[in-house]
C-alpha cells in the first residue's frame, strides 16, 4: 500500500489545523473522503441529476442506473444480492428497521452485549414496552466478549442475537461466526453491526452466517445520510414496510396498498441517490487498495500504537485488534486530552463514544480514542505519541 499517494487522494489532509499538519486519527467516528468520492458526487448533480425509478426520460435512467448499480457495487462489497441489500441513512436506521420490523412480542429474548454501541442496544431497549426482554453479554479483562455467556442466554425463546463485529472503543474484532451457530443452534437470528468491520477489513455476510448485517457509508470513505442493510430475502421478505410513501408500493388504492418487492418495500420517499452514488465510488476505492491490505496496513498501525502508548492507559488488548486505541492520561479528563492534541493538529475523540455501559463496565466515564485508516502512517503515530509525552510532562510540571 502507497500510503503517501493514498494520503495525496484526500484534500482535506493537506490542510493545517492550528498551523500544524492535520494529523487525522477520527476515522472511527466518520472517514474522510477522497478526491474520487467528491468528483463522482459533483459529476452526479452536475450532468445526471433526476429523481429514481419514476421517469422515463434521458435523466432518470441514468440516475435510477447510477442508484442500483450502487447497490450493484456494495452487494457485491459484502459478498450479498443487491435485491438483500436495503439503502438506509446510516448502521443505526438499519438495527431500527429490523427492530421495528421484525415482530417482536412478548416473550421474546433479544441479546445484545455491554461492549455495544448505543444503536445496537436502544432500539432494543425500544420493544420492551412490547413485553420484549433483553439480555446482555459481559466481556473479559481483555476486551474479548464472554463467549460462555451466549452459550448461557441464548434460549429456546431468544429471536436474535445483536453483536458488533467490531467495536469501537476496545477494537476487539468478534468471532462473529461462532456467534452465528450458537444463535442458530437455538433458533435464533444473528444480527451483525458491521459499521466498524465493512470498512477495515474483507467482510462476507454469507460465510459469516448473519441474518441481518448494518453498515455506514460514511465511515468508509463515502458520504454522510447513506448506509446499508443486508439481510437474508426470505426474512425480508416476510417482513412488512418501515415506513410508508412513495416507492415501496406496487398499487396504491384509498382502501389499501399493495407493497413493493424487497428491497424496494424498505425505501419509502426520495432517496439519498447521490449518497448511494458516492459510496459506490468509495467501495470502487477500497476494492482497488483490496481488503486485505487495509485490514494488515492497520494491524501494523494498532501493533506500533500499541508499543508507543505505554505511558497511557489503554483498553481493549485483544489479539488481532482493529485500528483503534482508546486511552486515558492519567489526571486528565479525555476532552482536555483531545483539546491539547487539537493544538498539535492531531485530531482524536474523547468522551463516552455512545457506549456509556461499556465506560460504566470498565470503570471509567470517558476516554481519548486514535483510530486509523488508509490514509494514515507511522509518523501519524509518532505525532500523537510524542504530543502525549509532551501532555505528561506539563502535568508533571504543574503537580
Ligand atoms: N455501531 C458502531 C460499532 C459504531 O461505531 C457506530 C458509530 C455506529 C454503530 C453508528 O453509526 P451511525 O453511522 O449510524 O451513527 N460510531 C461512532 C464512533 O465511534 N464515534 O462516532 C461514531
Not at 486519527?25 to 468520492?37: E, G, N
Not at 479483562?141 to 448461557?152: F, I
Not at 458488533?164 to 443452534?185: E, Q
Request: glycine residues 8%; charged residues 25%; aromatic residues 6%.
Amino acid at each position: 500500500m502507497n500510503v503517501e499517494k493514498i494520503k495525496s487522494d484526500f484534500p482535506v489532509l493537506s490542510r493545517k489545523v492550528n498551523g500544524k499538519e492535520l494529523v487525522y486519527l477520527d476515522s472511527a467516528a466518520t472517514s474522510q473522503k477522497p478526491r474520487h468520492v467528491i468528483n463522482t458526487i459533483v459529476d452526479y448533480y452536475e450532468n445526471h441529476n433526476a429523481n429514481v425509478h419514476r421517469g422515463v426520460h434521458a435523466l432518470s435512467e441514468e440516475a435510477t442506473e447510477a442508484y442500483e448499480g450502487a447497490r450493484k457495487k456494495v452487494a457485491n462489497f459484502v459478498n450479498a444480492k443487491p435485491d438483500e441489500m436495503i439503502f438506509t441513512r446510516n448502521a443505526t436506521e438499519g438495527i431500527n428497521l429490523v427492530a421495528q420490523c421484525l415482530g417482536f412480542g412478548k416473550g421474546d429474548e433479544i441479546i445484545s452485549s455491554v461492549m455495544e454501541h448505543h444503536s445496537n442496544i436502544v432500539p432494543w431497549q425500544m420493544l420492551k414496552s412490547r413485553g420484549v426482554t433483553i439480555g446482555f453479554v459481559d466481556i473479559n479483562d481483555d476486551g474479548t466478549l464472554k463467549m460462555d455467556d451466549y452459550e448461557k442466554l441464548v434460549t429456546k425463546k431468544t429471536k436474535l442475537v445483536a453483536v458488533t463485529h467490531a467495536s469501537n472503543v476496545l477494537g476487539t474484532i468478534n468471532d462473529v461466526k461462532k456467534i452465528a451457530k450458537i444463535a442458530h443452534d437455538a433458533g435464533a437470528l444473528l444480527l451483525v453491526d458491521a459499521a466498524q468491520s465493512v470498512p477495515h477489513m474483507p467482510v462476507d455476510v454469507r460465510d459469516m452466517g448473519a441474518d441481518f448485517l448494518v453498515f455506514s457509508g460514511h465511515k468508509m470513505l463515502g458520504p454522510t445520510g447513506i448506509g446499508c442493510l443486508y439481510g437474508r430475502r426470505r426474512l425480508l421478505e416476510e417482513m412488512p414496510p418501515f415506513m410508508g410513501g412513495g416507492d415501496m408500493i406496487k398499487s396504491v388504492e384509498l382502501e389499501k396498498t399493495v407493497y413493493n418487492d424487497v428491497p424496494y418495500r424498505f425505501e419509502a420517499g426520495t432517496p439519498d441517490i447521490a449518497g448511494a452514488v458516492g459510496l459506490g465510488a468509495a467501495v470502487d476505492y477500497l476494492a482497488k487498495i483490496g481488503m486485505k491490505n487495509v485490514r494488515e496496513h492497520e494491524k501494523k498501525l494498532v501493533n506500533r500504537a500499541t508499543k508507543e502508548l505505554q505511558m497511557v492507559e489503554t483498553y481493549g488488548h485483544a489479539g488481532g485488534k482493529g485500528g483503534v486505541v482508546a486511552f486515558n492520561v492519567r489526571g486528565l479528563h479525555s476532552h482536555d486530552v483531545a483539546s491539547m492534541l487539537d493544538e498539535n493538529g492531531i485530531a482524536v475523540r474523547s468522551g463516552h463514544h455512545c457506549a456509556q455501559p461499556l465506560m460504566k463496565r470498565l470503570g471509567i466515564i470517558s476516554a481519548a480514542r486514535a483510530s486509523f485508516y488508509v490514509y494514515n502512517d507511522e509518523e501519524d503515530i509518532a505525532k500523537l505519541s510524542a504530543s502525549l509525552k509532551d501532555i505528561i510532562n506539563l502535568l508533571k510540571k504543574v503537580a
